[in-house]
């Protein structure tokens, strides 16, 4: 399964490669259980019918910015050039990472870039933020806590009853 999983997006097949050759029983199918099984946040019923439908929706489309994926990754989501290495470069004053507790993207990646720029003569300043209860789209997962994390990253306060992400790392 990996091999043909590998061959398939090398290739330059992508998730809505798929869905656009199944009839549309099937794809919906696939929309809803993706929305089932990676976004138990979503509770609401009318929530879930509607981002699937959305998701589905989407995968029908003529596909364009969807083969990015296979120029900027590698199967399985490995970059081809990764940016960890060359953000302590960038002439901005800040760069935030924000992950899920639950992300299947590595937390540390953030943590090194933070402690590569702290120790840098210049470079941005790093700020890392874990959101509680979220994996990779921790934006539907637990928006409240990314919102806040969103809120400090550029910079402003935190209402008194707003929830506070996890600091995970700062620089400078």
């Given at each position: 399964?990996?091999?043909?999983?590998?061959?398939?997006?090398t290739r330059?097949?992508?998730?809505?490669?798929?869905?656009?050759?199944?009839?549309?029983?099937?794809?919906?199918?696939?929309?809803?259980?993706?929305?089932?099984g990676?976004?138990?946040?979503?509770?609401?019923?009318?929530?879930?019918?509607?981002?699937?439908?959305?998701?589905?929706?989407?995968?029908?489309?003529?596909?364009?910015?969807?083969?990015?994926?296979n120029?900027?990754?590698?199967?399985?989501?490995?970059?081809?050039?990764?940016?960890?290495?060359?953000?302590?470069?960038?002439?901005?004053?800040?760069?935030?990472?924000?992950?899920?507790?639950?992300?299947?993207?590595?937390?540390?990646?953030g943590?090194?870039?933070?402690?590569?720029?702290?120790?840098?003569?210049?470079?941005?300043?790093?700020?890392?933020?874990?959101?509680?209860?979220?994996?990779?789209?921790?934006?539907?997962?637990?928006?409240?806590?990314?919102?806040?994390?969103?809120?400090?990253?550029?910079?402003?306060?935190?209402?008194?009853?707003?929830?506070?992400?996890?600091?995970?790392?700062?620089?400078?």
């Amino acid at each position: 399964m990996y091999g043909a999983l590998k061959s398939y997006w090398t290739r330059g097949y992508t998730p809505g490669s798929l869905v656009r050759t199944l009839p549309e029983g099937r794809g919906r199918g696939m929309a809803r259980s993706y929305v089932e099984g990676r976004l138990p946040a979503v509770r609401a019923e009318d929530e879930r019918s509607a981002l699937t439908e959305y998701l589905y929706t989407n995968a029908l489309l003529p596909p364009s910015g969807e083969y990015c994926l296979n120029a900027l990754l590698r199967p399985f989501a490995y970059a081809h050039r990764p940016t960890g290495g060359r953000i302590a470069a960038l002439n901005v004053p800040h760069v935030a990472f924000v992950y899920g507790t639950d992300d299947w993207m590595d937390v540390r990646g953030g943590t090194e870039v933070a402690a590569a720029c702290g120790g840098a003569a210049k470079g941005p300043a790093v700020e890392v933020y874990q959101i509680r209860d979220a994996g990779h789209l921790l934006m539907l997962d637990n928006w409240e806590e990314f919102n806040a994390a969103l809120v400090l990253a550029c910079g402003g306060k935190l209402e008194k009853d707003a929830p506070e992400p996890i600091r995970v790392a700062a620089s400078k």
